[in-house]
Nanobody
């Protein structure tokens, strides 16, 4: 079992920045690819970014590429999502997830999920 706790969400103006954190506990953190997904009201959950077990490989949705950066600190069992140049369309609940396989972009393949943190971008 892996427990994931997100933090860092909030209200920010368009063009601003936020950094989300996700602290993991339970099983060995480096066994998992870590991902961030988001879900806006009335929309399906969508992939945002993912990072490989060592942190060497990163993956992004086209909508956030160049604006968001995913990173992980394996010594602290934590994954981060640095969000810059935020837009109102980035408003959503952001979820951290852990993947024991190699699914990357499909939420169905992730084994564990956090409770989510709200990000609201005002125009």
């Amino acid at each position: 079992q892996v427990q994931l706790i997100e933090s860092g969400g909030g209200l920010v103006q368009a063009g601003g920045s936020l950094r989300l954190s996700c602290a993991a506990s339970g099983r060995t953190f480096t066994n998992y690819i870590m991902g961030w997904f988001r879900q806006a009201p009335g929309k399906e959950r969508e992939f945002v970014a993912a990072i490989g077990r060592s942190g060497a490989n990163t993956y992004y949705a086209d909508s956030v590429k160049g604006r968001f950066t995913i990173s992980r600190d394996n010594a602290k069992n934590t994954v981060y999502l640095q969000m810059s140049s935020l837009k109102p369309e980035d408003t959503a609940v952001y979820y951290c997830a852990a993947d024991s396989g190699y699914v990357i972009r499909d939420s169905v393949g992730y084994d564990y999920w956090g409770q989510g943190t709200q990000v609201t971008v005002s125009s």
